[in-house]
């Protein structure tokens, strides 16, 4: 069975930093474009961060440019977001996402793990 595990998360004062992790497994992770995406209270999902297969090319939302990195280890079948110059609209649940990216550029299977919860408060 696919599943995809968050961790990290926690809270956190203004200004700090935090690296949450998604431990995947049940699918070839190495072959699936991984992203972040999150839930602020009250709010609809929002993309944070994306990660290529293979070569690992990046992009980032605009409201976290510059503050967030994501990476992966495919070795480890894990994606990072290390998160810096935290603020209090990053705080939501932040979901790991796993998607087959189809030749055409479309979608196949997609994964979603349950979320970890980041709060951002003094």
């Known amino acids: 069975e696919v599943q995809l595990v968050e961790s990290g998360g926690g809270l956190v004062q203004p200004g700090g930093s935090l690296t949450l992790s998604c431990a995947a497994s049940?699918?070839?992770?190495?072959?699936?474009?991984m992203s972040w995406v999150r839930q602020a209270p009250g709010k609809g999902l929002e993309w944070v961060s994306g990660i290529s297969r293979g070569s690992g090319i990046t992009n980032y939302a605009e409201a976290i440019k510059g503050r967030f990195t994501i990476s992966r280890d495919n070795a480890k079948n894990t994606l990072y977001l290390q998160m810096t110059g935290l603020k209090s609209g990053d705080t939501a649940v932040y979901y790991c996402?796993?998607?087959?990216?189809?030749?055409?550029?479309?979608?196949?299977?997609?994964?979603w793990g349950q979320g970890t919860q980041v709060a951002v408060s003094s």
């Open positions: 996402r796993a998607a087959w990216v189809r030749e055409d550029g479309g979608v196949g299977d997609e994964y």
């Open positions: 049940g699918f070839t992770f190495d072959g699936y474009a």
